[in-house]
């Protein structure tokens, strides 16, 4: 006879953070109601998509003062959606790996989709995701089918994460597709009209406990008998990928054009010459708005001594030009005005010289920016860095990483856009478990002539239904 746990191991309250009555600052407190225990095995079924926003102020400051002696060092996620926070929570309840003279623990959660990929790299989620890879924690993700649960009909997904793997499992994660794996319930309950049977649930326990890459399994569809692979193997570092962001030059026109000129008019910069700050004194505010208007005029003035039918194709060239007529006409501007000024009389030409800074290096073009995301290399050890761009013991990392990225710049980039560079100080590193794409099978279209028959049965059935009618 099994012996049930004591209730006084139900405790009631928020798993992320519970409001401290006695705090007239409204703060919460943690809401541990097992502050001193591990446990060996876990499971969860947290709310999906719902936002933490109540929570936020207690999450947000045990995050920033204790972090990763806390719950969420890893990271925190969007706002809506705190289904990644419960699972930090559980792995912060683990014993310790069997390599540290522990027991371990397993832990089994089920998610939506949008915890396997949702968050762009160097993202709370993404940071997560890459937390529990790179300590090699997240053993399976099993694709349940839809219509699955009362009160949802969406796709769900079960991670197992563990800090015992078994050795073959080591460094690696095994995604299981089991969305075909159902049958239909004789009477729907809200949105839920499918179930597991136990042959369903033996064939996707077989599939976890083979480990087998592109493992077969066997499927009714429709009344036929099918085999589609719903096992694959991945190593860790499959999921990763480092975003790096491609920078191209800046290359500017400039012409005192009627139309140009007209631009100017547009910048902040230079409207603000005619504004003032004075509030209480209306003849100090009318004399500073006149300065304002006079000096605008003069600068108009100044530009239409240029000649406004040259194109000048080098920036050095047009603002040599720019200062001579300044200067003559007594006009000391500030930096916002001067690139104000430059701003409305230049625009974009790829046959116009590169705008350089004051060390000579090419300035980027933010229009032309773009990103690329490169799969992380062979040879990298894992787990990397947190900020491997910003950690000195990592050099030979980030050399490693700078040499990948710049090969993959020259065959993949390079030959469309020979003057293209890469801005290392804006590559982050991102995880994402795409695991639809992995297990998506193409279906080729149906051929016309079948598309043709098709559309002639279905104007035979009309034509026949009016015939009746008339």
Request: net charge negative.
């Amino acid at each position: 006879m099994i012996k049930d746990e004591p209730i006084d191991n139900i405790i009631y309250g928020d798993t992320l953070g519970v409001k401290n009555a006695k705090s007239k600052s409204n703060n919460f407190l943690p809401q541990d109601g097992h502050p001193d225990k591990q446990f060996h095995y876990m499971f969860a079924n947290p709310p999906f998509g719902v936002e933490w926003k109540p929570e936020e102020d207690f999450i947000k400051d045990e995050y920033e003062s204790l972090g990763f002696n806390g719950r969420f060092g890893a990271g925190l996620p969007r706002i809506n959606d705190g289904s990644l926070l419960f699972l930090q929570h559980m792995i912060s309840k683990m014993h310790s790996s069997p390599e540290n003279g522990g027991d371990g623990s397993r832990i089994a959660i089920v998610f939506n989709g949008s915890p396997l990929f949702t968050g762009d790299a160097g993202s709370g989620e993404s940071n997560i995701r890459r937390w529990i890879i790179e300590n090699d924690w997240l053993d399976a993700v099993i694709a349940l089918p839809d219509q699955m649960f009362y009160n949802t009909g969406i796709f769900t997904y079960i991670w197992l994460v563990t800090n015992k793997k078994r050795l073959n499992r080591q460094g690696k994660v095994q995604l299981i597709d089991g969305t075909h794996h159902f049958q239909k319930m004789k009477k729907s309950l809200g949105n839920k009209r499918n179930e597991l049977s136990p042959e369903h649930i033996t064939e996707l326990v077989r599939l976890y406990g083979n480990f087998e890459e592109n493992g077969i399994s066997e499927i009714k569809n429709d009344g036929k008998i099918e085999n589609p692979i719903c096992s694959k193997i991945f190593a860790n570092r499959e999921f990763g990928f480092l975003k790096i962001t491609v920078e191209r030059p800046l290359r500017l026109n400039f012409q005192v054009s009627p139309e140009r000129l007209a631009l100017l008019w547009e910048q902040t910069a230079f409207q603000n010459l005619a504004t003032t700050k004075k509030r209480k004194d209306e003849k100090v505010q009318q004399l500073e708005i006149l300065e304002g208007e006079n000096i605008q005029t003069q600068i108009i003035e100044a530009l239409q001594k240029i000649d406004a039918n040259k194109l000048y194709l080098s920036r050095d060239e047009f603002d040599k030009e720019l200062n001579q007529v300044l200067k003559k006409a007594g006009l000391n501007l500030k930096a916002p005005v001067k690139k104000a000024i430059l701003s409305a009389l230049g625009a974009a030409d790829p046959e116009a010289k590169i705008c350089r800074d004051s060390k000579g290096n090419p300035e980027p073009d933010s229009n032309l920016r773009d990103t690329e995301i490169v799969p992380l290399p062979d040879d990298i050890a894992l787990p990397l860095p947190l900020d491997y761009g910003k950690d000195t013991s990592a050099d030979e990392l980030v050399k490693l990483v700078k040499e990948h990225c710049q090969e993959y710049l020259k065959k993949e980039v390079l030959p469309h856009v020979p003057d293209a560079w890469i801005d290392f100080d804006k590559t982050k590193v991102g995880y994402e478990i795409p695991l639809n794409r992995h297990f998506y099978v193409y279906q080729p279209p149906r051929a016309l002539d079948v598309i043709e028959d098709d559309i002639k049965a279905l104007e035979s059935d009309i034509m026949a239904m009016l015939a009746e009618i008339v």
